[in-house]
């Protein structure tokens, strides 16, 4: 499974998303601190989900860092996350 599935699979299962991209960034970093051949070490998430209702923006991007903590403690070296509101999806 590629870290993109990976990702997807993991913030689906923990969150529920109504709006759900992970996008592999990589290739926009090569010859960056934690880049590797191959790419998959850059990402953009993009999520709305009605299970941050009432978190502040900070809370919202722990709870993201936190479901994939395995991630960026192996191979992830750049996370972007993009909070869209679910009211508007």
């Not at 996008?23 to 989900?49: L, M, Y």
Request: hydrophobic share 45%.
């Amino acid at each position: 499974m590629s870290m993109t599935d990976t990702i997807h699979a993991k913030l689906t299962e923990k969150f529920a998303p109504l709006h759900l991209e992970v996008i592999d960034e990589s290739q926009s970093h090569h010859g960056h601190a934690g880049w590797r051949e191959g790419g998959e070490t850059h990402f953009r998430v993009r999520i709305a989900t009605r299970n941050f209702d009432g978190l502040s923006r900070v809370a919202q991007h722990r709870a993201v860092m936190e479901a994939l903590d395995d991630e960026l403690k192996a191979s992830v070296h750049a996370l972007a996350i993009e909070v869209l509101p679910a009211k508007a999806i």
